[in-house]
Nanobody
Framework: VQLQASGGGLVQAGGSLRLSCAAS????????VGWFRQAPGKEREFVTT????????YYADSVKGRFTISRDFAKNTVYLQMNTLKPEDTAVYYC??????????????????WGQGTQVTVSS
């Protein structure tokens, strides 16, 4: 499975962006699909994840209530709607897929397939 992340850009604080993660060469099937981000000088961190088949979601506390992850079966795509963006949301955002379970859903090692990343910059 190849993943293509898109939708990043430059936005002012308080604004919104929607990221997309499209799968090719296969489907998400029974995978979990997650979003991670890496800010300059920091380690990559978990943002959110969704179970492709059941639709259950989980969010990092830092984005809860502002970000929403969703999926589109017909387009084999996962979306990340980001609202009320803050400068601290500035990062490269990566989507990933893997057989993560509840206890590992925030662990990068549980995700086998990664997209190339898309830059999100939030200006103050």
């Amino acid at each position: 499975v190849q993943l293509q992340a898109s939708g990043g850009g430059l936005v002012q604080a308080g604004g919104s962006l929607r990221l997309s993660c499209a799968a090719s060469g296969g489907t998400f099937g029974s995978y979990s699909v997650g979003w991670f981000r890496q800010a300059p000088g920091k380690e990559r961190e978990f943002v959110t994840t969704i179970r492709w088949s059941g639709g259950s979601t989980y969010y990092a506390d830092s984005v809860k209530g502002r970000f929403t992850i969703s999926r589109d079966f017909a387009k084999n795509t996962v979306y990340l709607q980001m609202n009320t963006l803050k400068p601290e949301d500035t990062a490269v955002y990566y989507c990933a897929a893997g057989r993560a379970i509840q206890s590992t859903r925030t662990d990068q090692s549980a995700y086998n397939y990664w997209g190339q990343g898309t830059q999100v910059t939030v200006s103050s």
